[in-house]
């Protein structure tokens, strides 16, 4: 049995190096899951894998991304508003999510007039 930080069976670590603060965070996520919402690394991983990934991607839009791949019911996804909205559909696009992601933009964001 793993305890703390360490990955559990079937997860993945995601280390995540955000360039602009010099900071790293890790992010844990089934790889099931992971794979079934981000297409990108499935060139990458199988679903029988626990590997450590480091990815280079702004902490705050992948904390999002993460929330949102994470998220069970509607009171549990990230809010959506005018700042963030660009960086995590561009981030999203290059995980391969943004089908996914463009639907919940469509349902979630209010444009002004």
Known sequence: ???GLET????VKLRVYDEGTQTEKEFFCDTKLLLAHM???KKYLNESDDT???IHCDIYVFTWLMRYVKSQQRED???LNDEN???VLIASNFLEMATRLFLFFLLHIKYQS
Request: one cysteine or more.
């Open 85 to 87: 909205c660009l960086p």
């Open 39 to 41: 297409s990108y690394f």
């Open 8 to 11: 559990k069976e079937n997860e």
């Open 1 to 3: 049995m793993k305890l």
């Open 77 to 79: 996804l990230p809010a």
């Open 52 to 54: 450590d990934i480091l």
